[in-house]
């Protein structure tokens, strides 16, 4: 049963019992008014509803009852009606504030007390709070976004009208993947982007990245949430084998047809990962390249941006980032460093203890789409709660990149920047030179490689420029060798090894490595 279909259920019973005050939670007040209407007409009753344009009109057959616009001569319209007569249904679309006692929540206090009275019910649209001495007096529902489900029946439907007037490529997988992707807006925004697409007179298989990037660009600009783009053509990983080979075994769960069997058995959607290990070993570019390979929107959640000066401000900020990331879910949620975020400090007044719970609640019972992708540097900072299995589907060390891997690397950035090839007798000498460097050891030498080929045009890419590069550049294995061999330890009695292989196999020596930098000329 869809969330619609639940909603509508919980209204006939409230219907039917003459619940006095119903506060219906939602932003969508055209499908709200839908559900209602199809109450009405099920049970046969007779609901009246006010909106700010057309006064207070039947909301079976639309016709006007009397033309008040003002919410306070609705009011005062329906108190005098409901001394008369009975079993009278009220709906408002628009109200005042009602979260407190103000005299506006008081009025409608006074209504709801007189349709208790005459077995009448007012019910209220609202996406706001509702001041706690009304809500005594009835019920709340929450109208959610369209699930999965609604929205393939709504996107079914809206395209069905066209089948005959233009060429349709979809079948039922891409209906799913569809409905997939646009769950977690509203029906009329889901009903736009369909429309959009029947201009063009065709719709075909290449269109659902297009439904991506319209959904992605209504959720360009969220509070505690920052928007990553991310280049699928220039994000590449080079080496974690281990890591790649089980992203893609989960890759596969992503299919309309995998989603309705975990449904069926009643398991969550892959949670996500946490990476830890040594610094600038690929662990933040690893989730652009799930972002890519996934072709999945990416977020950042920054915990900086959701901190807050009052008193339980921060939670709520949290919650409501950790809620619109399921809004604009399918996603990659990445949060950079978390035991930042959520290590906390003594004169906190608790308010991180209270963030990590908060945050794992979520991780724990979230049912949508959001694939979390967490990176941490200084592991001796994690809480103990977020390494207890079940929180992440895995916890994967990364460690300085093997020897293959290197090579790899150093293939990537050469054609990337030098439009070079990697090979040879030479490129073995490099492998050999760079033991002991990090991925962003590698591409920082490459890089500055290219900075002086741009800035001077007679520089010459030969062997002896490229190998002083490598040597100019002092690793993190030498400058804190200490630091590594302890998050080393840490990650081989806690962590699965990106790399396939064991965590630190490859031993921390870097002879080749001049002790001083050097200036290049």
Request: charged content about 25%; glycine content about 6%; hydrophobic content about 40%.
């Amino acid at each position: 049963m869809s969330e619609l279909a639940k909603v509508k259920e919980e209204l006939k019973r409230y219907s039917i019992a003459r619940i006095p005050f119903i506060a219906l939670e939602t932003i969508e007040r055209t499908r709200a008014l839908d559900a209602l209407r199809d109450v009405a007409d099920e049970l046969n009753l007779t609901f009246y509803v006010h909106s700010l344009s057309k006064g207070i009109c039947d909301l079976k057959t639309g016709s006007v009852i009397t033309d008040e616009r003002s919410v306070y001569g609705a009011i005062d319209f329906f108190s005098e009606q409901m001394k008369h007569k009975q079993y009278m249904t009220l709906v408002l679309t628009e109200i005042p504030d009602i979260s407190t006692d103000n005299p506006d929540a008081k009025q409608l206090y006074d209504l709801a007390m007189l349709a208790n009275e005459s077995g009448g019910m007012i019910i209220v649209l609202t996406n706001t709070a509702v001041w706690n001495q009304l809500q005594r007096l009835g019920m709340i529902l929450r109208l959610d976004y369209p699930n999965e489900d609604e929205m393939y029946s709504i996107i079914n439907d809206y395209i069905n009208d066209y089948r005959s007037s233009i060429s349709i490529e979809w079948d039922n997988s891409d209906l799913r993947e569809a409905a997939s992707a646009l769950s977690g807006i509203t029906q009329i925004e889901a009903e736009n982007m369909i429309a959009s697409l029947s201009t063009k007179k065709t719709i075909t298989k290449s269109d659902l990245d297009e439904i991506r990037q319209s959904k992605d660009r209504l959720f360009s600009n969220i509070s505690g949430l920052e928007k990553i783009v991310v280049d699928s053509s220039s994000v590449s990983v080079g080496g974690l084998e281990g890591l790649q080979k089980w992203l893609k075994e989960k890759k596969s769960l992503l299919t309309p047809e995998k989603r309705d069997e975990m449904k069926r058995r009643g398991l969550h959607p892959p949670r996500g990962i946490l990476l830890v290990g040594v610094p600038g070993c690929g662990k933040s570019l690893s989730a652009k390249a799930i972002s890519a390979e996934w072709k999945l929107p990416l977020y950042r959640l920054d915990f900086a941006t959701v901190q807050g000066s009052y008193v339980g401000q921060t939670e709520q900020q949290l919650k409501d980032a950790l809620t619109m990331a399921e809004n604009v879910s399918p996603c990659i949620l990445w949060i950079d460093e978390i035991e930042k975020g959520l290590a906390g400090s003594s004169g906190d007044s608790g308010v991180s203890t209270r963030m990590v719970g908060q945050f794992l609640f979520w991780l724990q019972e979230c049912r949508k789409q959001v694939f979390v992708v967490a990176t941490a540097n200084d592991v001796s900072m994690l809480p103990s709660e977020l390494l207890r299995r079940g929180r992440f589907d895995e916890l994967f060390f990364v460690d300085l990149p093997t020897a293959e891997e290197r090579r790899t690397i150093i293939a990537l950035y050469m054609k990337k920047y030098l439009r070079l090839q990697f090979a040879g007798e030479f490129a073995e000498r490099i492998i050999q030179v760079t033991e002991g460097f990090t991925g962003a050891d590698l591409e920082s030498a490459i890089r500055d490689i290219a900075y002086r080929k741009l800035a001077n045009d007679s520089f010459e890419y030969t062997e002896q420029s490229i190998l002083e590069a490598f040597e100019n550049v002092v690793p993190l294995s030498k400058v804190s060798p200490e630091r590594i061999d302890s998050i080393r330890n840490w990650g081989k009695e806690r962590a699965v090894p990106a790399s396939d292989r064991p965590i630190g196999e490859q031993a921390l020596t870097n002879s080749n490595i001049p002790k001083t930098r050097k200036v290049l000329i």
